[in-house]
């Protein structure tokens, strides 16, 4: 029986994806609105917007955590090739190492991108993961979201509901207001944040539903 060892698999597929996601950047359009002026923040969306990212306006400088599992490994590739840093880890895995090299990265004056029901749901419950490393870096979290009404935003049968844009369908990235966690903030508090970038988050996909023609023409 043909075998092919995991390693190359994983190699393969990251080649693939790699510069399919290439092809693709080519015909992405995606307009942002209301982005943040503040040059550092933590930006905060759902696993399945990971998409949106590739319109962020500095992405040289955007470090966004990807778990270390094979999955990883290949979405890892395909953020990376599009100019995106990737800190590796998860809750399960290495998640204290992970956190850690992010804060590093925003004492360093970068950003961060944090998917915040991943890295397997449940679909659309932020965990707290965030709200910390807002809390320590005393850097604000931005919620975001990412929308179109096209059937040529695709939505995959996965846990998170996963979209991807096929060629050349207009998006927007809607950006809320920032959200400041206080470094002496209690666990009663920090469980006050998560309710609010959870109801940011909610309320901006609403919106970008309700105005979508509207904020393309406008911006």
């Known amino acids: 029986m043909f075998n092919i060892d995991k390693s190359k698999t994983v190699s393969i ?18 307009k942002n609105i209301n982005y943040p002026k503040q040059k550092q923040a933590i930006f905060a ?43 590796r ?16 990265k925003l ?17 659309g419950k932020v965990k707290d993961g965030v709200i910390n490393i807002a809390k320590l870096s005393q850097v604000p979290i ?3 979201t990412w929308y179109s ?6 939505k995959f049968d996965t846990w998170d509901e996963f979209r991807f844009p096929l060629l ?12 400041y966690v206080p470094a002496d903030a209690t666990k009663e508090d920090i469980e006050e944040y998560r309710q609010k970038v959870e109801i940011a988050l909610f309320d901006l996909y609403q919106y970008a539903q309700e105005n979508f023609d509207e904020l393309r023409k406008n911006n």
């Open 13 to 30: 597929l990251s080649f693939l994806v790699k510069h399919f996601y290439a092809f693709e950047s080519l015909f992405y359009d995606c």
């Open 149 to 154: 009404p096209s059937k040529w935003l695709l």
């Open 107 to 123: 004492e360093q004056g970068e950003s961060a991108a944090v998917t915040v029901d991943g890295p397997r749901g449940p679909k």
């Open 45 to 87: 969306l759902w696993h399945a917007h990971q998409c949106a990212l590739y319109a962020n306006e500095d992405r040289g400088s955007l470090n966004v955590m990807i778990s270390k599992s094979n999955d990883g490994d290949i979405i890892a590739a395909a953020t990376e090739h599009m100019g995106i840093k990737t800190v």
């Open 142 to 144: 931005i919620p975001m």
């Open 89 to 104: 880890g998860s809750h399960k895995r290495s998640g204290a190492g992970a956190t850690l090299a992010m804060l590093e």
């Open 168 to 179: 050349g369908v207009k998006t927007i990235a809607v950006y809320g207001e920032p959200i």
